[in-house]
T-cell receptor, first 114, second 114 residues
Framework: AAGVIQSPRHLIKEKRETATLKCYPI?????VYWYQQGPGQDPQFLIS???????DKGSIPDRFSAQQFSDYHSELNMSSLELGDSALYFC?????????????FGPGTRLLVL | AQTVTQSQPEMSVQEAETVTLSCTYD???????LFWYKQPPSRQMILVIR??????QNATENRFSVNFQKAAKSFSLKISDSQLGDAAMYFC???????????FGTGTLLAVQP
């Protein structure tokens, strides 16, 4: 079965640079979620989109922005990167914007900021 | 605010034995969903099992089952016939209310001894 695709899988950036993470949800899933997992920590919710509109927002820094496109893929844009942004960034998708729908996770993008 | 507590940072089990991972949560909502996700060394986030709060019957998925005690706000995971591949970090996770963000516990690292 098709899974959530994330690219790139690994990314190394310098401080103050920008990064763009991409997420391609499971086919026919119209809701996308972004989570950040720091070293040794549990994942923290950043933001979600349903039908190309932002549906919920968590602890996402103002330096980050995200959007969902007409084909339902999503991009997380990160500017003025800081050392503390080094983390594993997960994208998840679900079939609809309802609490009862299970979120399926992609493999994650490992971001290292030097 | 909803919280999820996993009081066992680490657990160990012998191969083929049974182990139970504990989880408690706090919420004022009556309708919500609980999940156990597994994160092996690859750091992929894999769904293990899900429970709807309105269902009294405990969820079961092959060797994995839960003991859901709604009044006590307890949601433990039992792994039977443990296998080496079960070694991973296990996250107890809550989803409910108007928000669609998953709230994770701090995780329990399970080691399986051959």
């Amino acid at each position: 079965a098709a899974g959530v695709i994330q690219s790139p899988r690994h990314l190394i950036k310098e401080k103050r640079e920008t990064a763009t993470l991409k997420c391609y949800p499971i086919p026919r899933h119209d809701t996308v979620y972004w989570y950040q997992q720091g070293p040794g920590q549990d994942p923290q919710f950043l933001i979600s989109f349903y039908e190309k509109m932002q549906s919920d927002k968590g602890s996402i820094p103002d330096r980050f922005s995200a959007q969902q496109f007409s084909d339902y893929h999503s991009e997380l844009n990160m500017s003025s990167l800081e050392l503390g942004d080094s983390a594993l960034y997960f994208c998840a998708s679900s079939p609809r914007d309802r609490p009862q729908e299970t979120q399926y996770f992609g493999p994650g993008t490992r971001l290292l900021v030097l | 605010a909803q919280t999820v507590t996993q009081s066992q940072p680490e657990m160990s089990v012998q191969e083929a034995e049974t182990v139970t991972l504990s989880c408690t949560y706090d919420t004022s909502e009556s309708d919500y969903y609980l999940f156990w996700y597994k994160q092996p060394p690859s750091r992929q986030m894999i769904l293990v099992i899900r429970q709807e709060a309105y269902k009294q019957q405990n969820a079961t998925e092959n060797r994995f089952s839960v003991n859901f005690q709604k009044a006590a706000k307890s949601f433990s995971l039992k792994i039977s016939d443990s296998q080496l591949g079960d070694a991973a970090m296990y996250f107890c996770t809550y989803l409910g209310g108007a928000t669609n963000k998953l709230i994770f516990g701090t995780g329990t690292l399970l080691a399986v001894q051959p």
